[in-house]
């Protein structure tokens, strides 16, 4: 089976947030995260993402599925060009965890 070369992909990894921005287009939270098959079943078909975009809500709220983000891509050895994390840069961006895991 051949492979994807993606060139841009977004995961929308959580729909939780802890801010309210009247200018948000995500609209209300809600307290949702990613179902982890949908990672694998991209991932699976993948060769290369050129830019990967983990966002949310706030993604710092959903630091295992980051983990599992990047393992699954060490694992399979996906190469990525450029990775970014989309964040408000609250409190929970600036926990140890998710620190870590960036």
Known sequence: ???LEIERLSI???R????????????NARNTDINFEY????LRHTQSIDYLNLTGGEPSMNVEAIKFVLNSLK???ISVGSFYIVT???????SDEF????
Do not use: A, L, P, Q
């Not at 939780?16 to 609209?27: A, E, F, I, L």
């Open 16 to 27: 939780r947030c802890n801010m309210k921005c009247s200018h948000c287009m995500r609209g």
């Open 39 to 42: 990672i694998t079943n991209v």
């Open 75 to 77: 694992r399979r050895k």
């Open 1 to 3: 089976m051949m492979k």
């Open 99 to 102: 620190i870590k895991v960036c």
């Open 12 to 14: 929308e990894i959580t």
């Open 88 to 94: 408000n840069g609250s409190k929970t961006s600036m």
